[in-house]
């Protein structure tokens, strides 16, 4: 019994300390542990059962007013599960012990399932380091050539991190310190956005009599839809910033306004919110942020920021003007004819997605353009996805109950055990000899099983027939072989 309790809390202590603990630190998975101590406690318990048993039948007998049919039932009981089952108004502990013995394996099920295993996001702070430019090298995109000054080269460099943006290609760096996700904030190498916002009134022209005037072609135009990149190479306050004109018509109908933006980035040091996939060792601006978002740490101007408008040398604001203007500069005019109605025509505002692509060049640069001596030590907040056992309780809960109703359910059957004096068994030998069986007459009567075999364990026995000298009946029983005879079919003995 108390072997069984053992291996009962055993498990339940397996549960309790494997729950929330990462699979790594476990050589062997609790739900082995679990199965290997359920099976010991059902094992122990059926084995207590057996024993209590045996002491119940001893100790019934020895008690006054036992019959024959008690002791019969307190071993049927004990031995037939079925017996218990239909012993009706005859029930007693031992035929419900045996019973809620006999189900109690179904506990193995219950306490191994109680353990499983599933993903849990963890967060740390973290110390990582990361490499980028908080300013852009001096002629780092660029290269001004012609008579106009006009950037007309990307530099090898930074074509590749155009060319990368424009792929969208996930931006690696060296992230040993990230074990997952990592959120922080760095200082790097951007741009400081202004931008103002106007309506232009727009009409489109009326063709009412453009039939009687013959006038079947143009009659005005409007610019619906526009975006353009300005920056001058000429020295002047324009050379210090990079400008963005957008126009939009943005809603349907002949007459109405159009919107109108004029944005200046000026270069400047911002603290970017990045995220750090640890896992594939990538970098990336924070998803829902902007290049308003981002705060100016510092406004790059005069010396820090040097540019030369010089043919053949090397520019940084040119080169940013003359890839975003490659890529992006567009306009589209609507032209009202008498046979076609284009009033429904609008065009949605880019102004954010343009600036957010210029964001994402320069976070880029500054990524590409960085050396050792950028190097940032920053605290992250770490997220990271660890697998974990966790434990079930309820189902613990129900392997708990079928195992202690079996387990209360024996510990009364040996009460009074002490009473019966010696180990006792359920050998027929040792219940035969406390039946007065004629062969054992002579053995010691307080022996055990044990020490009858040992005593009397050599002497020939047969079961058949055999007749009473001093009656003549012929009887069914155990005893010296040169006695028995082989019963006969259609033989009947005596009553």
Same mark, same amino acid.
């Given at each position: 019994?108390?072997?069984?309790?053992?291996?009962?809390?055993?498990?339940?202590?397996?549960?309790?300390?494997?729950?929330?603990?990462?699979?790594?630190?476990?050589?062997?998975?609790?739900?082995?542990?679990?199965?290997?101590?359920?099976?010991?406690?059902?094992?122990?318990?059926?084995?207590?059962?057996?024993? !209590?048993?045996?002491?119940?039948?001893?100790?019934?007998?020895?008690?006054?007013?036992?019959?024959?049919?008690?002791?019969?039932?307190?071993?049927?009981?004990?031995?037939?599960?079925?017996?218990?089952?239909?012993?009706?108004?005859?029930?007693?502990?031992?035929?419900?012990?045996?019973?809620?013995?006999?189900?109690?394996?179904?506990?193995?099920?219950?306490?191994?399932?109680?353990?499983?295993?599933?993903?849990?996001?963890?967060?740390?702070?973290?110390?990582?380091?990361?490499?980028?430019?908080?300013?852009?090298?001096?002629?780092?995109?660029?290269?001004?050539?012609?008579?106009?000054?006009?950037?007309?080269?990307?530099?090898?460099?930074?074509?590749?991190?155009?060319? !990368?943006?424009?792929?969208?290609?996930?931006?690696?760096?060296?992230?040993q310190d990230c074990t997952g996700i990592c959120t922080t904030a760095i200082?790097?190498?951007?741009?400081?956005?202004?931008?103002?916002?106007?309506?232009?009134?727009?009409?489109?022209?009326?063709?009412?009599?453009?039939e009687s005037l013959g006038v079947r072609n143009v009659s005005n135009d409007?610019?619906?839809?526009?975006?353009?990149?300005?920056?001058?190479?000429?020295?002047?306050?324009?050379?210090?910033?990079?400008?963005?004109?957008?126009?939009?018509?943005?809603?349907?109908?002949?007459?109405?306004?159009?919107?109108?933006?004029?944005?200046?980035?000026?270069?400047?040091?911002?603290?970017?919110?990045?995220?750090?996939?640890?896992?594939?060792?990538?970098?990336?601006?924070?998803?829902?942020?902007?290049?308003?978002?981002?705060?100016?740490?510092?406004?790059?101007?005069?010396?820090?920021?040097?540019?030369?408008?010089? %043919?053949?040398?090397?520019?940084?604001?040119?080169?940013?003007?003359?890839?975003?203007?490659?890529?992006?500069?567009?306009?589209?005019?609507?032209?009202?004819?008498?046979?076609?109605?284009?009033?429904?025509?609008?065009?949605?505002? %880019?102004?954010?997605?343009?600036?957010?692509?210029?964001?994402?060049?320069?976070?880029?640069?500054?990524?590409?353009?960085?050396?050792?001596?950028?190097?940032?030590?920053?605290?992250?907040?770490?997220?990271?996805?660890?697998?974990?056992?966790?434990?079930?309780?309820?189902?613990?809960?129900?392997?708990?109950?079928?195992?202690?109703?079996?387990?209360?359910?024996?510990?009364?059957?040996?009460?009074?055990?002490?009473?019966?004096?010696?180990?006792?068994?359920?050998?027929?030998?040792?219940?035969?000899?406390?039946?007065?069986?004629?062969?054992?007459?002579?053995?010691?009567?307080? !022996?055990? !099983?044990?020490?009858?075999?040992?005593?009397?364990?050599?002497?020939?026995?047969?079961?058949?027939?055999?007749?009473?000298?001093?009656?003549?009946?012929?009887?069914?029983?155990?005893?010296?072989?040169?006695?028995?005879?082989?019963?006969?079919?259609?033989?009947?003995?005596?009553?």
């Amino acid at each position: 019994m108390l072997g069984a309790l053992v291996s009962f809390i055993v498990a339940i202590i397996i549960l309790v300390e494997s729950d929330g603990e990462p699979t790594s630190i476990w050589i062997v998975q609790p739900s082995v542990y679990l199965a290997i101590a359920s099976a010991f406690t059902n094992v122990l318990l059926y084995f207590a059962f057996k024993q !209590a048993v045996t002491v119940a039948w001893w100790r019934r007998a020895a008690l006054p007013n036992a019959t024959i049919a008690d002791l019969h039932r307190y071993w049927s009981y004990g031995d037939s599960v079925w017996e218990s089952i239909v012993s009706g108004k005859r029930v007693n502990i031992i035929a419900i012990a045996s019973i809620l013995v006999a189900i109690v394996p179904v506990n193995g099920p219950f306490i191994q399932r109680a353990s499983r295993s599933r993903l849990n996001t963890i967060t740390k702070a973290s110390n990582v380091q990361v490499q980028i430019a908080q300013k852009l090298p001096s002629g780092y995109a660029g290269v001004i050539s012609g008579r106009s000054y006009d950037p007309s080269l990307l530099t090898p460099d930074f074509r590749k991190v155009v060319n !990368a943006a424009n792929a969208q290609v996930p931006i690696t760096i060296n992230s040993q310190d990230c074990t997952g996700i990592c959120t922080t904030a760095i200082q790097g190498a951007s741009f400081q956005v202004n931008c103002t916002s106007s309506p232009s009134p727009c009409r489109l022209g009326s063709f009412d009599n453009a039939e009687s005037l013959g006038v079947r072609n143009v009659s005005n135009d409007v610019t619906v839809f526009l975006t353009k990149f300005i920056w001058s190479s000429s020295g002047s306050e324009d050379s210090k910033k990079i400008r963005l004109n957008v126009q939009n018509k943005d809603g349907t109908g002949c007459v109405g306004n159009l919107q109108v933006q004029n944005c200046s980035m000026y270069p400047a040091t911002v603290t970017y919110q990045v995220v750090i996939d640890g896992n594939r060792s990538t970098i990336e601006l924070a998803p829902g942020t902007n290049m308003s978002s981002d705060r100016v740490e510092h406004l790059l101007q005069g010396d820090e920021y040097p540019e030369s408008y010089a %043919p053949s040398q090397g520019t940084i604001l040119g080169g940013f003007y003359k890839a975003l203007s490659d890529t992006y500069d567009s306009s589209a005019a609507m032209v009202q004819r008498p046979i076609v109605t284009l009033s429904l025509v609008r065009a949605a505002d %880019p102004t954010q997605d343009l600036i957010q692509a210029f964001r994402d060049l320069a976070f880029r640069s500054a990524i590409a353009a960085s050396v050792a001596s950028d190097l940032q030590n920053v605290t992250a907040q770490d997220n990271f996805s660890v697998t974990i056992y966790e434990s079930h309780y309820l189902y613990l809960g129900l392997a708990i109950v079928f195992t202690a109703l079996a387990w209360l359910a024996t510990f009364p059957i040996f009460i009074g055990w002490w009473h019966v004096g010696r180990t006792v068994s359920m050998s027929p030998i040792e219940t035969a000899k406390a039946f007065q069986a004629p062969m054992l007459q002579n053995a010691d009567p307080n !022996a055990n !099983a044990s020490k009858l075999v040992k005593g009397l364990g050599e002497r020939p026995i047969r079961y058949g027939t055999i007749t009473r000298h001093d009656s003549g009946q012929e009887l069914l029983e155990m005893n010296d072989p040169r006695h028995i005879k082989v019963p006969q079919s259609g033989q009947v003995f005596s009553e």
